[in-house]
T-cell receptor, first 117, second 115 residues
């Protein structure tokens, strides 16, 4: 149980275009979803937290107009990288959680490798 | 705010040898601690966690970690590693309460198991 999927797993796009990444909880309803960015040889950096039906809360330094997050249902959140540039190339990982008591464990997706040419 | 330090970026070890991956954290409040494993081009998988209770926690594949509050550490150990343990290991921390379950990750340790 507690499986999270991401689509696509890999995407290559041209500079200036927009890319949408989907994150789905397959067997549970995710009240909260998180989006992370991982640079090569680096740790995961939290970009934003989204609760179903609410606006996402972005971490300091993350451009909300650049990285649009939508959490329209309890099983789907999307991250849209708008007007992508080469510096946006990265590995993007989502996680999802639901109410479990004292701590709501995050279940991670397999990640999406974005390459902007 | 919380922070996590993983001093070793890379740890090479021979198969069947013991290994310890170090993790230290900083926090002014109580915390929950985690170890995640990441295989190449994949997401993170939870290896083990400490929320409360016994300070020694174990995973199903032979790893264990011990929460040491006085030393603010949560080192990961395995008495005998396998080739399949080769992966990136991340230590993470979150506030025990009121933190919104946000995870702060260390920079990771690459465990490379050699024959």
């Amino acid at each position: 149980g507690a499986v999270v999927s991401q689509h696509p797993s890999r995407v290559i796009c041209k500079s200036g275009t927009s890319v949408k990444i989907e994150c789905r909880s397959l067997d549970f309803q995710a009240t909260t979803m998180f989006w992370y960015r991982q640079f090569p040889k680096k740790s995961l950096m939290l970009m934003a937290t989204s609760n179903e039906g609410s606006k996402a809360t972005y971490e300091q330094g993350v451009e909300k107009d650049k990285f649009l997050i939508n959490h329209a249902s309890l099983t789907l959140s999307t991250l849209t990288v708008t007007s992508a540039h080469p510096e946006d190339s990265s590995f993007y990982i989502c996680s999802a959680s639901y109410s479990q008591g004292s701590y709501n464990e995050q279940f991670f997706g397999p990640g999406t490798r974005l390459t902007v040419l | 705010a919380q922070s996590v330090t993983q001093l070793d970026s890379q740890v090479p070890v021979f198969e069947e040898a013991p290994v310890e991956l170090r993790c230290n954290y900083s926090s002014s409040v109580s915390v929950y601690l985690f170890w995640y494993v990441q295989y190449p081009n994949q997401g993170l998988q939870l290896l083990l966690k400490y929320l409360s209770g016994s300070t020694l926690v174990e995973s199903i594949n032979g790893f264990e970690a011990e929460f040491n509050k006085s030393q603010t550490s949560f080192h990961l150990r395995k008495p005998s590693v396998h080739i399949s343990d080769t992966a990136e290991y991340f230590c993470a921390v979150t506030r025990g309460t009121g933190g919104g379950n946000k995870l702060t990750f260390g920079t990771g340790t690459q465990l490379k198991v050699e024959l």
